[in-house]
Every structure is written in structure tokens, then in C-alpha cells.
Antibody
Framework: QVQLQEWGAGLLKPSETLSLTCAVY????????WGWIRQPPEKGLEWIGD???????NYNPSLKSRVTISVDTSKNQFSLKLTSVTAADMAVYYC???????????????WGQGTMVTVSS | DIQMTQSPSTLSASVGDRVTITCRASQSINSWLAWHQQKPGKAPKVLIY???RLESGVPSRFSGTESGTEFTLTISSLQPDDFATYYCQQYNSYPYTFGQGTKLEIK
């Protein structure tokens, strides 16, 4: 049973860098892609970006200038960095696994439990 | 970006009812659509992918259909565990986008 677990600093000041890691337990990074999605309080879901095991990334253009997603296959985990945070970045951040079929990225099939990030001075 | 428009935003129904949630894409997404269920304080859970394929372990009362750029999630007979918020998501092209959600409430 594959499980994803996010962790990172939960309280940031404006202009700081958000840094989260998602560990993959019970499975390999290979043959899947790995995504980050966020959800502001009482709002909907926003896709941030994703990465595969080779390090190939895709980012949401609305965040692209501030986002970096990386993968560490030796530790079976992947990470999210978001620079210059503001109150608008306050949200629950989820990591997720997506499966690949025929070389094409298909749907997410497993989500982490999510971690809340608060931005406050 | 592809816009995903869900309707209704809120739906009140009773146990045993048949309910349908609709999601319309602003352009063709070639069946690359998933439906996720989210309960308060919990992570989303995928129910349907590729518009109509049931995720492993999901009850068969859930089904997905498509007609052009309009997609529907149907629950054939509502169970108490089904009261939640449902999101559609397109993964045809980047950036992936979600609908605004449909909250299914107990009548």
C-alpha cells in the first residue's frame, strides 16, 4: 500500500520561502509522476506542478517564476519550494502520485494527507 | 488555461437518491478527466479517471460519462458516506485545472 507523507515548515513570514517534502512509502518513484496541489481555506484545488523520476517538470504559469519542484530518488521523495510567499499562498498543500500509461501522464491516483502552511507576520 | 465549470455548486439530496454532477470544459480535453471526492479535513480521493473508468476499490454506484466537452458524475443510490465535495479535474493539457467543486449535502 503506497502512502505519501508531506512535511515542512507550517508557519512562514511574508517574503520567506516555503519548503515542503513528500516521502513515498511502499513504492518506487519510477514509472509514476509526482505532483503538488494546494487548497486555500474554504476554497477549491489549484494544481502547482509536477515532476517525474527523471526530473522532468511542469509548472503552473501563475506560479512558475516562484516554484521549483525537485526529486531525490535516493531518498524516495520529492520537494516543493515556493519563494516570496504572501498571504495568498496560505493553504493546505497536498502531494499526489500520478500514473503513466504508454508514456503519457494519466490521472492522480494517490494523495498525501496534506499539510497546512500559514503565512503571517 | 482550460476552464472547468461545475454545476451545481451545492446539491441537497437524500439517502437512496440518484444524483448527477456536471462539469463542462472550455475546450476539448479528449476524455482526460478525473473526478475526486473530498470530505471535510481530508485529502481528495480519486473516484473516476479517463472520464469513465472507475478507480480500484470505488463502489460501482459511482459512474462517469462524457458527451463532447460535458462530463457527468452519477451516484446511482446515495449512501451516507457519499456526502462530500466533488471536484472534476482535466489533465489533457497544462496547467491542469479543477472545477470549483460541488458540495453534496443531506436534505
Amino acid at each position: 500500500q503506497v502512502q505519501l507523507q508531506e512535511w515542512g515548515a507550517g508557519l512562514l513570514k511574508p517574503s520567506e520561502t516555503l519548503s515542503l517534502t513528500c516521502a513515498v512509502y511502499g513504492g518506487s518513484l519510477t514509472n509514476y509522476y509526482w505532483g503538488w496541489i494546494r487548497q486555500p481555506p474554504e476554497k477549491g484545488l489549484e494544481w502547482i506542478g509536477d515532476i517525474d523520476h527523471s526530473g522532468s517538470t511542469n509548472y503552473n504559469p501563475s506560479l512558475k517564476s516562484r516554484v521549483t519542484i525537485s526529486v531525490d530518488t535516493s531518498k524516495n521523495q520529492f520537494s516543493l519550494k515556493l519563494t516570496s510567499v504572501t498571504a495568498a499562498d496560505m493553504a493546505v498543500y497536498y502531494c499526489a502520485r500520478g500514473f503513466i500509461v504508454g508514456g503519457r501522464r494519466d490521472s492522480f491516483d494517490i494523495w498525501g494527507q496534506g499539510t497546512m502552511v500559514t503565512v503571517s507576520s | 488555461d482550460i476552464q472547468m465549470t461545475q454545476s451545481p455548486s451545492t446539491l441537497s439530496a437524500s439517502v437512496g437518491d440518484r444524483v448527477t454532477i456536471t462539469c463542462r470544459a472550455s475546450q476539448s480535453i479528449n476524455s482526460w478527466l478525473a473526478w475526486h471526492q473530498q470530505k471535510p479535513g481530508k485529502a481528495p480521493k480519486v473516484l473516476i479517471y479517463k472520464a469513465s473508468r472507475l478507480e480500484s476499490g470505488v463502489p460501482s454506484r459511482f459512474s462517469g460519462t462524457e458527451s463532447g466537452t460535458e462530463f457527468t458524475l452519477t451516484i446511482s443510490s446515495l449512501q451516507p458516506d457519499d456526502f462530500a465535495t466533488y471536484y472534476c479535474q482535466q489533465y489533457n493539457s497544462y496547467p491542469y485545472t479543477f472545477g470549483q467543486g460541488t458540495k453534496l449535502e443531506i436534505k
